[in-house]
């Protein structure tokens, strides 16, 4: 899969999976999805990128986020599942449906995103892995919705709102 990566101009996605000690790793998959940035998509987190070499673990749990364990095709996915990662966090993978013009209250689906990224299906096959093309970089979150809404001084009535109902809950 590296190679297959390096070859389909994955550059900045392999030079992080090195400088994480993951090549390896990568390598040795076995069925296995691998949702691979464009090169494109790190400038907008490089300050993030630059501290998280610093730190090998956060990066190899930002990369892991990128992969999962089970080989899926396009045909097998639903709106709103949820994926496992190797970084222990779940990946949304969400449809978005258009009408078709031709027949009226036809769905037809433009596009699928992982984690809020746009995906370009099958990208690349490799021995042990299918690779998708990612146009942003995915980060786990940190929070769930009601922690984020807490971390805001202009949310908090609303957040308290929030966990005295049963809605905190769901």
Do not use: W
Not at 56 to 78: A, C, G, W, Y
Not at 84 to 95: A, E, I, K, Q, Y
Not at 132 to 148: D, G, Y
């Amino acid at each position: 899969p590296m190679e297959v990566l390096a070859n389909n101009n994955f550059t900045k996605f392999v030079t992080l999976l090195k400088a994480a000690g993951m090549a390896d790793e990568i390598n040795n998959l076995e069925d296995s999805d691998v949702f691979a940035p464009e090169d494109d998509a790190f400038g907008e987190i490089q300050a993030f990128l630059d501290k998280a070499e610093e730190d090998p673990e956060q990066l190899k749990e930002v990369l892991r986020f990128h992969i999962t364990d089970s080989p899926m095709e396009i045909s097998d996915l639903n709106n709103n599942q949820m994926l496992s990662t190797r970084s222990g966090h779940p990946l949304r993978m969400n449809f978005n449906y258009g009408f078709d013009g031709f027949v009226f209250g036809r769905r037809r689906l433009h596009s699928v995103s992982a984690g809020c990224s746009p995906v370009q299906f099958n990208t690349a096959r490799s021995c042990g892995a299918n690779i998708h093309k990612l146009e942003t970089v995915m980060t786990p979150a940190r929070h769930n919705i009601l922690q984020h809404l807490e971390s805001i001084p202009h949310y908090s009535i609303f957040a308290q709102l929030v966990k005295e109902s049963s809605m905190a809950d769901k």
